[in-house]
């Protein structure tokens, strides 16, 4: 298996992607809107990409709710963003987690049903006054306690619905002034302020797996931002958070990453990613994304070593699903939320 998780390029596999994926093996896909029609539709989709591999691997999908989210209305359910999670959790802890944990249950619910058993999610970004707006209702809280108390929430949700939870975007992208699609942003400050921001991440490092910031912290690593540092992989998100989990880059095709997306992804690996992730998330050009799917899985090197075994922990985490009446704890849900 190559150490990526790459997209597809529409609704339908075509005969051309499902040759390419037999013979590259990447580890697991991730479905872009482009993909996501109905239900019967994904589930035939994810059925052709299993037997184009020859194997279930794990679909990754970006559901976070609110903005964020591939899968739509009026096909399928729409859950809130995480800081309406956020406003319940203060005006009642209790609530606020039982909220988050039962919605993250039915979304992932949603997810299991079609085959998609790997969410991008939760963002355990802090936003903070003046931070562009890239992260904003996207985060919990802006204080790492509370955000780390909801992320667990979510995280433990979507195990019970049979999801792997994927924590972002480490070491912290809520200071970020700019969009890392558009651009490289710099995230200057240290001391307490950045120490908070990992604080939220370190409260939740048994996460199965992260998703790295495309963002220069320059008290770290003056060169290279986080996803192809390894100063800032092996210092500050394996040693100083203490996660040991799967880490995979965000999207090498994003715009704060410079050079042929080729090289990106040899200096993600060679930094300390475990994978990395392509989505052409912007790209309608079917030829284009073949084209870039190509670039990265000949750049990418065998899935082996402690990766490999992360990869299996993180696939294992997608196994367990609890029994659960879905109507009542709709019913439940909806109670908490239009408290």
């Known amino acids: 298996m190559k150490a990526c998780i790459l997209s597809v390029s529409g609704p339908v596999l075509t005969s051309e992607e499902a040759s390419f994926l037999k013979d590259q093996q990447p580890w697991a896909i991730i479905l872009m809107g482009r993909s996501c029609v109905s239900k019967i539709q ?23 709710g609110g903005r964020v989210a591939r899968l739509k209305a009026q096909e399928w359910p729409v859950f809130p963003p995480a800081a309406r999670y956020g406003e319940i959790y203060t005006a009642d802890r209790d609530k606020g987690l039982l909220a988050t944990r ?13 085959g998609i058993h790997a969410d991008c999610s939760p963002c355990m970004d802090l936003p903070v006054p003046g931070a562009h707006d890239i992260i904003g209702d996207r985060a919990f809280a802006t204080d790492p306690r509370s955000a780390a108390q909801l992320g667990a929430a979510a995280l433990q ?31 200057s400050e240290h001391g307490n302020e ?49 996660f040991d989990g799967l880490l995979m880059s965000d999207d090498l095709g994003m715009k704060a990453l410079g050079g042929p997306l080729g090289e990106r992804a040899v200096r993600a690996l060679n930094a300390g990613c475990d994978v990395v992730l392509h989505c052409a998330g912007f790209e309608k050009d079917v030829s284009v994304i073949f084209d870039e799917m190509q670039q990265v899985a000949d750049a990418s090197i065998e899935l082996d070593g402690k990766a490999l075994e992360r990869a299996f922990a993180a696939e294992k985490d997608s196994t367990f699903q609890k029994d659960v009446d879905l109507e009542a704890l709709w019913a439940q849900y909806k109670e908490l939320m239009s408290a």
């Open 102 to 114: 039962i919605g993250h249950t039915l979304m992932g619910f949603e997810l299991s049903s079609l």
């Open 42 to 64: 994904v589930q035939k989709l994810v059925d052709d990409i299993w037997g184009a591999l020859g194997r279930a691997c794990l679909i990754f999908i970006d559901q976070e």
């Open 194 to 242: 950045i120490q908070d921001d990992f604080l939220a991440f370190e409260l939740v490092n048994n996460a199965p797996m992260a998703m790295t910031a495309h963002i220069l912290y320059p008290a770290f690593d003056e060169k290279e931002p986080a996803t192809t540092s390894s100063t800032i992989i092996s210092n500050v998100i394996r040693r100083r958070i203490g």
């Open 157 to 187: 949700g979507l195990r019970d619905a049979g999801v792997a939870g994927v924590i972002k975007h480490i070491p912290g992208h809520g200071r970020s002034k700019a969009d890392s699609h558009e651009e490289l942003p710099i995230v």
